[in-house]
């Protein structure tokens, strides 16, 4: 199946902090890329989709402001956390699909905000 | 809002069939069934998905009812590593796709 990728695997910051993670489809062009956060022993929980040279579209209840969100180009599609504060301490995972096609997920980022 | 109903866990004997069940009585008629699976810290993995006809592929068998109105996956041979949580979603394909949205999913259990 079609290989996404995340990276950091795991990072841990300090809190008032900004921390960048970046989401990579590897063999197709994902014209359109998902965030999630998960926190432990829930569900994945929807943050935002983004159309590739478009702005995302955020789910209610999601900052935008505070989780900045760019999907520049057909492979990849980063997640700034701004400020982070430990409360967004969490499992955050991409996804991205090609067109109209299944939907593929990355490996997960475990951010920890001390 | 997630539109499945999924039991909260399951146990299954390694070597068994697995059977996990899912009700999605308000699916629209474009809607497809599809299933994921999490095992611990790491991102979902594609199982299956289908219409309205049974799909099998090399991980597992997808039984959908005539009146679409529930379905049940099946891995013919559970092991070990199929512990994970298993999520029955229904989405629209094709033109205007939409984006997956996850209920709480199945917890299964593969005991030795």
């Known amino acids: 199946g079609a290989v996404v990728s995340q990276h950091p695997s795991r990072v841990i910051c300090k809190s008032g902090t900004s921390v960048k993670i970046e989401c990579r489809s590897l063999d197709f062009q994902a014209t359109t890329m998902f965030w999630y956060r998960q926190f432990p022993k829930q569900s994945l929980m929807l943050m935002a989709t983004s159309n590739e040279g478009s702005k995302a579209t955020y789910e209610q209840g999601v900052e935008k402001d505070k989780f900045l969100i760019n999907h520049a180009s057909l492979t990849l599609s980063t997640l700034t956390v701004t400020s982070a504060h430990p409360e967004d301490s969490s499992f955050y995972i991409c996804?991205?699909?090609?067109?109209?096609?299944?939907?593929?997920f990355g490996p997960g980022t475990r951010l920890t905000v001390t | 809002d997630a539109k499945t109903t999924q039991p909260p866990s399951m146990d299954c004997a390694e070597g068994r069939a697995a059977n996990l069940p899912c009700n999605h009585s308000t699916i629209s008629g474009n809607e497809y069934v599809y299933w994921y699976r999490q095992i611990h810290s790491q991102g979902p993995q594609y199982i299956i998905h289908g219409l309205k006809n049974n799909e099998t592929n090399e991980m597992a068998s997808l039984i959908i009812t005539e009146d679409r109105k529930s379905s049940t996956l099946i891995l013919p041979h559970a092991t070990l590593r199929d512990t994970a949580v298993y999520y029955c979603i229904v989405r629209v394909e094709g033109q205007g796709a939409q984006k997956l949205v996850f209920g709480q999913g199945t917890r299964l259990t593969i005991n030795p």
């Open positions: 996804s991205a699909r090609e067109d109209s096609y299944e939907q593929y």
